[in-house]
Nanobody
Framework: QVQLVESGGGLVQAGGSLRLSCAASGRDFSRYSMAWFRQAPGKEREFVASKSWRSGSTYYTDSVKGRFTFSRDNGKNTVYLQMNSLKPEDTAVYYC??????????????????WGKGTLVTVSS
């Protein structure tokens, strides 16, 4: 069992930055691949970024490449999403996710074993 708690959301102007944190508790956290998803009002939850527990490789959806950075601190059981050059279209509830399957699987909602409750990011124009 893994529990995930996100923090760091808030209101920011376009062009600004935020850093989201996701604190994990439970056994064998380091053996889970981690991901961030987001869900904008009226839209489906979508993949943002993931990091493999095995290789440490990181993947991003095209719309955030070059702006977002996903990092992981196994010693603190915490992952981070540094978001720079934010745009109004980044406005969404951001969810932290953990999965025990492949790195490809965790890029889909069906591949997620555990979800956090989410943190709201609002980017004003």
């Amino acid at each position: 069992q893994v529990q995930l708690v996100e923090s760091g959301g808030g209101l920011v102007q376009a062009g600004g930055s935020l850093r989201l944190s996701c604190a994990a508790s439970g056994r064998d956290f380091s053996r889970y691949s981690m991901a961030w998803f987001r869900q904008a009002p009226g839209k489906e939850r979508e993949f943002v970024a993931s990091k493999s527990w095995r290789s440490g490789s990181t993947y991003y959806t095209d719309s955030v490449k070059g702006r977002f950075t996903f990092s992981r601190d196994n010693g603190k059981n915490t992952v981070y999403l540094q978001m720079n050059s934010l745009k109004p279209e980044d406005t969404a509830v951001y969810y932290c996710a953990a999965g025990s399957g492949s790195i490809a699987a965790i890029q889909q909602t069906y591949g997620v074993d555990y979800w956090g409750k989410g943190t709201l990011v609002t980017v004003s124009s």
